[in-house]
């Protein structure tokens, strides 16, 4: 067998037959395999040499095949087993070496976009495949093993009759998916006349790879696979095995996840815009800040560090710009936070489906054993917006109201579709993708959301149109329980939600939120300058149950202890209508760093700040308000901090964009460049005089004028705009000015050249 070509460089015997296929391929053809393999197309290939010696460099082939299914990739690994990058091989040569595990029209439906890459190339009877391609393929092409020197395939099968049974199925074991076997007789010197193995390693039918890895011979297992070489081949990709939920059931599962959402972002911003957690010098959040986070909102931190994505690169939270920068809410979050349910849904789903990290690596370690948070760099992967898609894209295909019963089948279908796609982490960006979509209630139940699938399909605007109608309407209403807790049967308004939300902690959430009421919640509702008697009234007005008396005396009596001490400033001072209080205050020992100072029978003054008056006086266990100006309970809860941010993905910092792919115009350009560089290669042969090297301004002004006075064609090596090197057959028709004005024979257009440009120029004879 001849040595194989090095890395990235093209048989040239390959690339010269694919050359003559292109040449004689018409723009339809050529503009196909540009269309399907565009790294072919940038920089602008000049002629289909060129083209041809970029299709067969292994780079590029291994990016085509990303979007081979798997039975396209068996074809390839059997013609490098056939050999085929030798030597041209028949499909009815490739048909007999399935042994009947595909069919002819299998293999030919596979072979058609083979060509059309130009993976393959040639008529049936005579296909072919580059040399690179035998380093493309996996390293053991159809399961088998490389070939062992001297063993022909006569002398393989006599060889395999000869074995006993014991060894015979060591052979056809190691003749099924992969030819490699671990063994501790795999040194020399430590094979077992007693056992299989060693007995096959005496005999020279094992190839030893290292100290404990054999392979077993090429000719060996396809002499133990008989008819069929190829072994077992999938010719189709696996069931996805379905069941009917109804596309109503799923979207109203789906619409309580969204509201869980809403409700877990929204708590974020609550903490982060009061205490913003620190940028560490690597980048992302701190282990600590994650668990906190995790314990404010009742879930596990794979959820907390998906909720502090999602807002990152919905542009919510962005890096303060600080010398030491924090991780702070954006003016965009005031935005989100004023929006309704929906809309707020909408984008996250939409920031979510185009963001250029994995939150799925969250708590896994890096190549250099570093651990993985949020927000760190580690998570940028430029792919996983389209990785996404193609889950998304696997459920769009399946009829509404149906879900898939398994995430393994899932992956396996995807799996079959493109083997090569995700390296090693592929199945797992299945799954992360399905665990990501469900919590934004784009995927329910397995099937993808009515919202969902109008986010993929169509806009945003849309998603949440759709999205609406599948939210219930708010309820204006609660239930008291003898407990203490307060169940809300759905979505509150927004009013009856903010209020609850004061004077109550949500003790469980879902489609019913359960709260309970507190001593502390009720003073956190006193403090933010409600009343006992709005409160009582709050819940009178909006239970549908009975306010049970337990909960009129704990608000009764908290509200009576609270405030009946006054704070204001002077720097501060503190007053209460009961004298005996006040002398209590001033005569506690804790309390003597205060500076506390009595100047009527019921008013102190202290030279503290009110804010830290406050605290001191809450943390010895009073209960003081704050009191205004004007008399007025104070609230002393500081704003939200918020920063300008950058918008969407700012505070993520994806991937920089991979280039643009050239649309269909630009394409078209490449197709017209390839053959003015064949035309012009065709007519070289032609030429008069042509000058080596960079042209003499003279020599090019006299020669180009002596062909616009003759009406002779020209031939131009030509550097273009981009400083892509073409050819050109022209006519010249001006010269003047530094430009060359003239007919381009191979465009059929007057254009204009550059003088400057022209690298190389020689008249074509007639």
């Known amino acids: 067998m001849p040595a194989n070509p090095a890395p990235n460089e093209p048989s040239s015997e390959g690339a010269d037959s694919l050359a003559e296929l292109l040449r004689a391929?018409?723009?339809?053809?050529?503009?196909?395999?540009?269309?399907?393999?565009?790294?072919?197309?940038?920089?602008?290939?000049?002629?289909?040499?060129?083209?041809?010696?970029?299709?067969?460099?292994?780079?590029?082939?291994?990016?085509?095949?990303?979007?081979?299914?798997?039975?396209?990739?068996?074809?390839?690994?059997?013609?490098?087993?056939?050999?085929?990058?030798?030597?041209p091989v028949s499909l009815d040569r490739l048909t007999s070496f399935f042994g009947g595990e595909a069919t002819r029209g299998e293999l030919t439906s596979r072979i058609g976009p083979l060509r059309e890459r130009a993976l393959v190339w040639g008529p049936d009877e005579k296909i072919r495949t580059a040399a690179t391609m035998r380093e493309t393929v996996r390293a053991h092409p159809g399961g088998l093993g490389a070939e062992l020197d001297g063993l022909s395939e006569r002398r393989a099968h006599e060889v395999l009759a000869e074995l006993d049974e014991e060894e015979r199925g060591v052979v056809a074991r190691l003749a099924g998916d992969s030819p490699v076997g671990r063994t501790e007789q795999a040194k020399p010197g430590a094979e077992r006349p007693d056992t299989p193995i060693g007995r096959l390693l005496l005999r020279g039918l094992l190839i030893r790879r290292n100290g404990d890895t054999v392979e077993l011979p090429r000719q060996l297992g396809l002499a133990a696979r008989g008819d069929a070489p190829m072994g077992s081949v999938a010719t189709a990709e696996p069931p996805l095995e379905l069941d009917e939920h109804g596309q109503r059931r799923i979207d109203d599962t789906a619409a309580g996840e969204v509201l869980e959402l809403n409700r877990h972002v929204e708590l974020l911003l609550e903490s982060w815009g009061q205490e913003p957690p620190d940028v560490l010098r690597s980048g992302g959040v701190g282990v600590r800040d994650v668990r906190e986070l995790a314990r404010e909102l009742d879930v596990d931190e794979a959820r907390a560090g998906l909720i502090v994505e999602l807002a990152t690169g919905a542009g919510l939270i962005d890096t303060s710009p600080d010398e030491e920068p924090r991780w702070v809410p954006t003016v965009q979050a005031d935005v989100w936070l004023a929006a309704s349910p929906e809309h707020r849904w909408a984008l996250l789903a939409g920031s979510w489906l185009e963001l250029p990290r994995l939150p799925g690596l969250i708590g896994s370690r890096d190549a250099r054993d570093r651990l993985l948070g949020p927000l760190s760099e580690g998570l940028r992967r430029s792919s996983a917006p389209r990785d996404r898609r193609r889950v998304l894209e696997l459920l769009d295909e399946q009829p509404g109201g149906w879900g898939f019963r398994r995430e393994d089948d899932v992956a396996a279908v995807l799996a079959w579709r493109a083997p090569r796609r995700g390296g090693s982490m592929r199945d797992d960006l299945v799954r992360w993708t399905l665990r990501e979509a469900r919590a934004l209630g784009v995927v329910a139940l397995g099937g993808l959301s009515s919202a969902g699938r109008a986010l993929l399909d169509e806009d945003e605007s849309t998603a949440a149109s759709v999205m609406a109608s599948a939210i219930p309407d708010p309820v204006d209403h609660v239930l008291v329980q003898a407990d203490l807790t307060v169940v809300a049967p759905g979505r509150l308004e927004p009013e009856l939600a903010a209020e609850l939300g004061l004077v109550a902690d949500v003790e469980s959430a879902g489609s019913a939120t359960v709260y309970r009421v507190g001593e502390s919640s009720i003073r956190r509702a006193l403090d933010a300058g409600r009343s006992g008697e709005q409160l009582r009234e709050l819940f009178e007005r909006h239970s549908r149950t009975p306010v049970p008396q337990a909960l009129n005396y704990l608000i009764d009596d908290t509200a009576r202890r609270h405030g009946r001490l006054r704070a204001g400033a002077a720097s501060s001072f503190l007053r209460c209508e009961d004298s005996v209080v006040l002398t209590e205050v001033l005569g506690k020992q804790k309390l003597t760093h205060l500076g506390l100072r009595r100047i009527a029978p019921t008013v102190l003054i202290s030279p503290l700040p009110l804010e830290e008056l406050v605290e001191e006086l809450r943390g010895a266990g009073y209960s003081p308000v704050a009191e205004s100006s004007d008399g007025g309970v104070l609230d002393l809860r500081g704003g939200p901090q918020r920063i300008k941010g950058r918008g969407r993905f700012g505070g993520a910092r994806g991937e920089p964009a991979a280039p643009n792919r050239p649309d269909e115009q630009q394409l078209t350009e490449r197709v017209r460049t390839v053959r003015a560089g064949d035309q012009a290669a065709a007519t070289r042969g032609n030429t008069i005089a042509p000058e080596r090297g960079r042209p003499s301004a003279n020599a090019t002004l006299e020669l180009l004028r002596e062909a616009a006075r003759q009406s002779h064609d020209v031939w131009l090596g030509f550097v273009d705009a981009q400083g892509g090197a073409t050819q050109r057959i022209v006519r010249p028709v001006s010269v003047g000015g530094g430009v060359l004005q003239g007919f381009d024979s191979t465009r059929g257009e007057l254009g204009d050249f550059p003088l400057h440009r022209i690298t190389s120029v020689a008249v074509v004879e007639s």
């Open 25 to 87: 391929s018409d723009d339809r053809q050529l503009l196909a395999l540009l269309r399907s393999r565009p790294d072919l197309a940038t920089p602008p290939p000049t002629d289909s040499s060129v083209l041809a010696a970029r299709a067969t460099v292994r780079s590029s082939i291994a990016r085509a095949c990303e979007d081979l299914d798997s039975l396209s990739l068996t074809v390839l690994e059997a013609l490098v087993l056939l050999k085929a990058d030798e030597g």
